[in-house]
C-alpha cells in the first residue's frame, strides 16, 4: 500500500486519489486505473458516415508503483512487470481546478484507458450533442464527428434500409461529440483531445476514457449546485455571445425559390399574422437536383437567375423588419467558379499524391478548404465577409464540417486523425472570427450542427441537424429535446431545430401534426425556424394549409410574448454558461424523479415544457417536479412531485410555470390571450 499524501485539497490514501474529498482515481486489485496499447486502426468514410474499428496489437495494464508530493503537484507513477510506463502529474491551477496530465515514459503506444471511481447510483450527462438519451449511465458512447445517420436505431426499418448503402446512424452517432461530462457525483469532467475516444459508463464502479492518442490533459471540478457546476465548466471551455434582438420579432422562415417565390410566400404568412423575424433562403447560391433530393450549388455567390439584385431585396426585407439569412459550409464543389479560380492557390486539402482531395458529397464532389493554412483560413473568412455579410445577410447556417477525410495531407501536417474531432471547431471559428472583424457580434447569427471542444464559444447558436419528417423517438421531434439538453450540459447554452424536420427518406413523409406539434415546442425554445426539407415538393408545408398557418401564427404570437423572460435566460447564457433549455434536475436535485427525464425540459428557471412527441394524441402525462405548478392554458393549480394528466390538443402543447415565479404575471396574460 502507498502511503497518505496530500497536496490540499488533494489528499492521496489508500491507492485513491481524492479531490475536496471526492474519489476521481482509485486502484483495486481487480481494476487499474490505466491501461496502455498499441492499435491500428481502420476508417472508412461515406458521405459523412464513418465505419471504424481498431486492431489491437498489445493492452498493459499498469500499476501504481510510485507516488511523489512536492509544493505543486502530486505525481503517481504506473508501472508493468517493474518497468515505468506512464506518469500522472496532479495540480491544481489558478482557478482550484484538478488538472491531471499524463506523460508517457516509453514510446510506441498509442492507445490509452483511464478508470475514474463511480457510483452505482451515479447519473452522467453529457458528451456534446446525444440525441437519443440523456443520462449516459449503462451505456458507452464513441466521440467522433459524423452524419447522425437516418434513423440513428438498429431496430427500425429506417436505419435498416439505410445501412445498405452505409447511412444509418447509431444511438451515439452525432454531428457532435466532446470528451465532456458532469456527474451527480457534483463534479465535471473535461479532457483536453481531439483524438478519437470511447467513454464507457457500463460499470457500476468505475468510467473508463478510452483515446486513440495520449490527452494533453484531464480536468475537474466541484460544485454545490448544477448551475454552478456549469458555469465553472463555461469558464472553462467558452460561452455563448447570445442571441441577436431581432430573433425575438417571431419565426425565422425557411423558404426557396427565388426572390418572387419568397416574397409571396411571405406576404402570404404575414396576412395571416404569422409574426417573422427573418427570411432564411438556403438557396441564395443556386441549386443542385440529386436523388437525394434539392441540394445546394456550394459557389458562395448570388444566383442572379433566382435572386437578381439580391442586396437590393435584402434592403427591402429589413425595411418591413425581416432579417434575411443564407447558407455556407467549408467546402467548394470542382464544377464551380469558384473553385476553378483558387485551385492552384494551395488553399484545399490534399492527397497523398499532391492533387486536390475532393470528397463526395452525394453525385457532387467538393474541395476541403484547409483550414491549418493561415492564408486559406483568411481567404474564407474574406469570403464570408464578402459575400455574406456585405450583402447585409443577418444570419445564415454555417453547415457540416464533420467530413474531414482521414487520409487527406494538411498544410501543418498534422494528423488527420486528430484533427477530424477538430475540424467543426476550426470552421466555427473561421465564422466566428469574421463576424467579430465585421465588427457585428450583437446583429449575427449563425447556426452550426457540427462541434467539439471550442464550440461552445466559436458556435453561438447550435440546431440539431438533419432530423427525420417522423415521429421516432431516435431521430424525429422528440430526439431534439435531449440533443439541446445534452448540449447545454456541455456548455453549448443555445440550440433549436428544424420545425417539421427535414430528412425525407424511405418512405417518411411529413404530416400536418408532425409540423404543428415541431412548431408548438418551438415557440417555447430559444428560436422558431421552419425548413422545406430535401423534398419539398413531398411534404408538407405551412403555406399550403390556411389552417395550420394559423396556428403557427398563434404560436409565433405566444413566441414574441415570451420576450421579456426568454431575453433573461439568454443573459444568463452569457454571462453564466447557463442552458436556455435545462434538465428538471438542474432546479430540482432533491427530486429523484427528474434524473431520469429526457423528453420534458425547462425553458430557464420557470417554465417546464413537456413537448407531444406521438401522434393522435389529445391529452398528455406529464411528470411535474416537487413545486407549485400552474397550467399556462388553463390555469388550473398542480402539486409537484408526482405526473399529471392533461388536455393537450394541437395548439396547447403541455405547459406550466412556477406559481412563485416574478414571470407569473406574463405568464398568465399568455395563457389568457392565447
Same mark, same amino acid.
Given at each position: 500500500?502507498?502511503?497518505? +499524501?496530500?497536496?490540499?485539497?488533494?489528499?492521496?490514501?489508500?491507492?485513491?486519489?481524492?479531490?475536496?474529498?471526492?474519489? @476521481?482515481?482509485?486502484?483495486?486489485?481487480?481494476?487499474?486505473?490505466?491501461?496502455?496499447?498499441?492499435?491500428?486502426?481502420?476508417?472508412?468514410?461515406?458521405?459523412?458516415?464513418?465505419?471504424?474499428? =481498431?486492431?489491437?496489437?498489445?493492452?498493459?495494464?499498469?500499476?501504481?508503483?510510485?507516488?511523489?508530493?512536492?509544493?505543486?503537484?502530486?505525481?503517481?507513477?504506473?508501472? *508493468?512487470?517493474?518497468?515505468?510506463?506512464?506518469?500522472?502529474?496532479?495540480? @491544481?491551477?489558478?482557478?482550484?481546478?484538478?488538472?491531471?496530465?499524463?506523460? @508517457?515514459?516509453?514510446?510506441?503506444?498509442?492507445?490509452?484507458? %483511464?478508470?475514474?471511481?463511480?457510483?452505482?447510483?451515479?447519473?452522467?450527462?453529457?458528451?456534446?450533442?446525444?440525441?437519443?438519451?440523456?443520462?449516459?449511465?449503462?451505456?458507452?458512447?464513441?466521440?467522433?464527428?459524423?452524419?447522425?445517420?437516418?434513423?440513428?436505431? &438498429?431496430?427500425?426499418?429506417?436505419?435498416?434500409?439505410?445501412?445498405?448503402?452505409?447511412?444509418?446512424?447509431?444511438?451515439?452517432?452525432?454531428?457532435?461529440?466532446?470528451?465532456?461530462?458532469?456527474?451527480?457525483?457534483?463534479?465535471?469532467?473535461?479532457?483536453?483531445?481531439?483524438?478519437?475516444?470511447?467513454?464507457?459508463?457500463?460499470?457500476?464502479?468505475?468510467?473508463?476514457?478510452? %483515446?486513440?492518442?495520449?490527452?494533453?490533459?484531464?480536468?475537474?471540478?466541484?460544485?454545490?449546485?448544477?448551475?454552478?457546476?456549469?458555469? &465553472? $465548466?463555461?469558464? @472553462?471551455?467558452?460561452?455563448?455571445?447570445?442571441?441577436?434582438?431581432?430573433?425575438?420579432?417571431?419565426?425565422?422562415?425557411?423558404?426557396?425559390?427565388?426572390?418572387?417565390?419568397?416574397?409571396?410566400?411571405?406576404?402570404?404568412?404575414?396576412?395571416?399574422?404569422?409574426?417573422?423575424?427573418?427570411?432564411?433562403?438556403?438557396?441564395?447560391?443556386?441549386?443542385?437536383?440529386?436523388?437525394?433530393?434539392?441540394?445546394?450549388?456550394?459557389?458562395?455567390?448570388?444566383?442572379?437567375? /433566382?435572386?437578381?439584385?439580391?442586396?437590393?431585396?435584402?434592403?427591402?426585407?429589413?425595411?418591413?423588419?425581416?432579417?434575411?439569412?443564407?447558407?455556407?459550409?467549408?467546402?467548394?464543389?470542382?464544377?464551380?467558379?469558384?473553385?476553378?479560380?483558387?485551385?492552384?492557390?494551395?488553399?484545399?486539402?490534399?492527397?497523398?499524391?499532391?492533387?486536390?482531395?475532393?470528397?463526395?458529397?452525394?453525385?457532387?464532389?467538393?474541395?476541403?478548404?484547409? %483550414?491549418?493554412?493561415?492564408?486559406? *483560413?483568411?481567404?474564407?473568412?474574406?469570403?464570408? &465577409?464578402?459575400?455574406?455579410?456585405?450583402?447585409?445577410?443577418?444570419?445564415?447556417?454555417? =453547415?457540416?464540417?464533420?467530413?474531414?477525410?482521414?487520409?487527406?495531407?494538411?498544410?501543418?501536417?498534422?494528423?488527420?486523425?486528430?484533427?477530424?474531432?477538430?475540424?467543426?471547431? /476550426?470552421?466555427?471559428?473561421?465564422? #466566428?472570427?469574421?463576424?467579430?472583424?465585421?465588427?457585428?457580434?450583437?446583429?449575427?447569427?449563425?447556426?452550426?450542427?457540427?462541434?467539439?471542444?471550442? +464550440?461552445?464559444?466559436?458556435?453561438?447558436?447550435?440546431?440539431?441537424?438533419?432530423?427525420?419528417?417522423?415521429?421516432?423517438?431516435?431521430?424525429?421531434?422528440?430526439?431534439?429535446?435531449?440533443?439541446?439538453? +445534452?448540449?447545454?450540459?456541455?456548455?453549448?447554452?443555445?440550440?433549436?431545430?428544424?420545425?417539421?424536420?427535414?430528412?425525407?427518406?424511405?418512405?417518411?413523409?411529413?404530416?400536418?401534426?408532425? *409540423?404543428?406539434?415541431?412548431?408548438?415546442?418551438?415557440?417555447?425554445?430559444? $428560436?422558431?425556424?421552419?425548413?422545406?426539407?430535401?423534398?419539398?415538393?413531398?411534404?408538407?408545408?405551412?403555406?399550403?394549409?390556411?389552417?395550420?398557418?394559423?396556428?403557427?401564427?398563434?404560436?409565433?404570437?405566444? %413566441?414574441?410574448?415570451?420576450?421579456?423572460?426568454?431575453?433573461?435566460?439568454?443573459?444568463?447564457?452569457?454571462?453564466?454558461?447557463?442552458?436556455?433549455?435545462?434538465?428538471?434536475?438542474?432546479?430540482?436535485?432533491?427530486?429523484?424523479?427528474?434524473?431520469?427525464?429526457? #423528453?420534458?425540459?425547462?425553458?430557464?428557471?420557470?417554465?417546464?415544457?413537456?413537448?407531444?412527441?406521438?401522434?393522435? &394524441?389529445?391529452?398528455?402525462?406529464?411528470?411535474?417536479?416537487?413545486?407549485?405548478?400552474?397550467?399556462?392554458?388553463?390555469?388550473?393549480?398542480?402539486?409537484?412531485?408526482?405526473?399529471?394528466?392533461?388536455?393537450?390538443?394541437?395548439?396547447?402543447?403541455?405547459?406550466?410555470?412556477?406559481?412563485?415565479?416574478?414571470?407569473?404575471?406574463?405568464?398568465?396574460?399568455?395563457?389568457?390571450? #392565447?
Amino acid at each position: 500500500m502507498i502511503s497518505t +499524501s496530500q497536496q490540499a485539497p488533494l489528499t492521496f490514501l489508500n491507492n485513491t486519489l481524492f479531490y475536496h474529498d471526492l474519489p @476521481l482515481l482509485r486502484e483495486t486489485a481487480a481494476s487499474p486505473i490505466v491501461f496502455i496499447g498499441r492499435g491500428d486502426a481502420d476508417v472508412a468514410m461515406y458521405q459523412g458516415n464513418f465505419e471504424l474499428s =481498431d486492431t489491437l496489437a498489445a493492452k498493459l495494464p499498469l500499476t501504481l508503483t510510485d507516488h511523489r508530493v512536492t509544493e505543486d503537484d502530486i505525481q503517481l507513477t504506473f508501472s *508493468f512487470q517493474g518497468d515505468a510506463y506512464l506518469e500522472l502529474t496532479c495540480f @491544481l491551477d489558478a482557478a482550484d481546478r484538478l488538472v491531471i496530465k499524463p506523460t @508517457l515514459l516509453k514510446d510506441g503506444w498509442n492507445r490509452f484507458w %483511464f478508470r475514474l471511481t463511480a457510483d452505482k447510483d451515479e447519473h452522467v450527462y453529457g458528451c456534446g450533442e446525444q440525441l437519443s438519451h440523456l443520462d449516459l449511465r449503462g451505456r458507452h458512447f464513441p466521440l467522433w464527428t459524423s452524419e447522425p445517420g437516418v434513423g440513428r436505431n &438498429k431496430h427500425t426499418l429506417t436505419t435498416f434500409q439505410a445501412d445498405q448503402t452505409h447511412s444509418g446512424g447509431d444511438y451515439y452517432t452525432t454531428n457532435y461529440p466532446a470528451p465532456t461530462f458532469i456527474s451527480t457525483q457534483m463534479y465535471y469532467c473535461h479532457v483536453a483531445s481531439y483524438d478519437y475516444a470511447d467513454f464507457d459508463f457500463q460499470n457500476d464502479d468505475y468510467h473508463e476514457l478510452q %483515446f486513440w492518442g495520449l490527452p494533453l490533459s484531464l480536468t475537474f471540478d466541484t460544485a454545490p449546485t448544477f448551475p454552478e457546476l456549469i458555469t &465553472k $465548466l463555461t469558464s @472553462l471551455v467558452g460561452r455563448t455571445t447570445g442571441l441577436p434582438d431581432w430573433t425575438n420579432n417571431g419565426l425565422i422562415l425557411g423558404v426557396q425559390g427565388g426572390t418572387d417565390r419568397v416574397s409571396e410566400i411571405t406576404d402570404q404568412l404575414k396576412e395571416n399574422d404569422v409574426a417573422l423575424a427573418g427570411i432564411w433562403a438556403q438557396d441564395w447560391e443556386g441549386i443542385r437536383m440529386t436523388s437525394f433530393g434539392k441540394r445546394l450549388y456550394w459557389d458562395w455567390r448570388a444566383d442572379d437567375n /433566382l435572386y437578381p439584385n439580391l442586396t437590393t431585396s435584402i434592403k427591402q426585407w429589413q425595411d418591413q423588419g425581416i432579417a434575411f439569412l443564407g447558407y455556407i459550409n467549408p467546402y467548394i464543389a470542382n464544377d464551380t467558379q469558384l473553385f476553378a479560380d483558387v485551385k492552384d492557390l494551395g488553399y484545399f486539402a490534399k492527397t497523398q499524391t499532391g492533387d486536390i482531395y475532393l470528397v463526395d458529397f452525394g453525385e457532387f464532389l467538393c474541395g476541403v478548404v484547409d %483550414f491549418t493554412n493561415p492564408d486559406a *483560413f483568411d481567404w474564407y473568412k474574406d469570403l464570408i &465577409k464578402q459575400r455574406l455579410i456585405s450583402t447585409g445577410m443577418k444570419g445564415w447556417m454555417a =453547415d457540416f464540417g464533420e467530413y474531414l477525410p482521414t487520409d487527406v495531407v494538411l498544410y501543418d501536417h498534422s494528423d488527420p486523425m486528430v484533427m477530424h474531432n477538430k475540424w467543426p471547431v /476550426l470552421w466555427a471559428q473561421c465564422n #466566428y472570427d469574421a463576424v467579430k472583424e465585421a465588427g457585428l457580434t450583437d446583429q449575427i447569427m449563425y447556426f452550426m450542427r457540427a462541434g467539439g471542444t471550442g +464550440s461552445q464559444k466559436y458556435a453561438p447558436v447550435l440546431w440539431a441537424g438533419d432530423q427525420s419528417v417522423n415521429w421516432s423517438l431516435d431521430d424525429g421531434l422528440a430526439a431534439t429535446i435531449p440533443a439541446a439538453l +445534452s448540449a447545454g450540459l456541455t456548455g453549448n447554452s443555445i440550440s433549436h431545430s428544424d420545425i417539421g424536420g427535414y430528412t425525407s427518406l424511405y418512405g417518411n413523409i411529413r404530416s400536418r401534426e408532425l *409540423f404543428m406539434r415541431w412548431a408548438e415546442m418551438a415557440a417555447f425554445t430559444p $428560436l422558431m425556424r421552419t425548413h422545406e426539407g430535401n423534398r419539398p415538393d413531398q411534404n408538407f408545408q405551412v403555406y399550403d394549409d390556411y389552417d395550420a398557418s394559423v396556428h403557427l401564427a398563434r404560436m409565433t404570437q405566444v %413566441f414574441k410574448a415570451l420576450t421579456p423572460y426568454r431575453k433573461i435566460i439568454a443573459a444568463q447564457a452569457v454571462s453564466e454558461g447557463l442552458p436556455m433549455q435545462r434538465p428538471l434536475f438542474m432546479h430540482y436535485p432533491d427530486d429523484a424523479g427528474t434524473y431520469d427525464i429526457q #423528453y420534458e425540459y425547462l425553458l430557464g428557471r420557470d417554465l417546464l415544457v413537456a413537448p407531444v412527441y406521438r401522434p393522435g &394524441k389529445q391529452t398528455w402525462s406529464t411528470y411535474l417536479p416537487e413545486d407549485n405548478w400552474i397550467h399556462l392554458w388553463t390555469g388550473d393549480r398542480f402539486t409537484g412531485g408526482d405526473t399529471v394528466e392533461v388536455s393537450a390538443p394541437l395548439g396547447q402543447i403541455p405547459v406550466f410555470y412556477r406559481a412563485d415565479s416574478e414571470f407569473a404575471a406574463l405568464f398568465e396574460k399568455i395563457g389568457a390571450e #392565447y
